[in-house]
Nanobody, 115 residues
């Protein structure tokens, strides 16, 4: 069973940057499209960005041009580089397979954007 471990979150001022990492156990990860999702208090979990095995990417309109998703299959890791952060980006960030969420959700990593 694949386990996901997200890291890299924290408190950052508006306009700042963070780089999130998602490490997956096992080797099946490299054969799956992966996504970063987020859930803000009182809101449903939403897709932020996704990357295919061929490294094609897609982004939510709200983060287009500010966030970049990438993957390193040798390290079984997917990354999310977040720049020009806004208070509305505050949420718990998770990774999972895309389009369907086939792995058990990890604990996520908290991102708080505040001055």
């Amino acid at each position: 069973q694949v386990r996901l471990a997200e890291s890299g979150g924290g408190l950052v001022q508006p306009g700042g940057s963070l780089r999130l990492s998602c490490a997956a156990s096992g080797t099946a990860f490299r054969y799956r499209s992966m996504g970063w999702y987020r859930q803000a208090p009182g809101k449903q979990r939403e897709l932020v960005a996704a990357i295919t095995t061929g490294t094609a990417t897609t982004y939510a309109d709200s983060v287009q041009g500010r966030f970049t998703i990438s993957r390193d299959n040798a390290k079984n890791t997917v990354y999310l580089q977040m720049n020009s952060l806004k208070p509305e980006d505050t949420a718990v960030y998770f990774c999972n397979t895309w389009v369907t969420h086939d792995y058990a959700w990890g604990q996520g990593t908290q991102v708080t954007v505040s001055s």
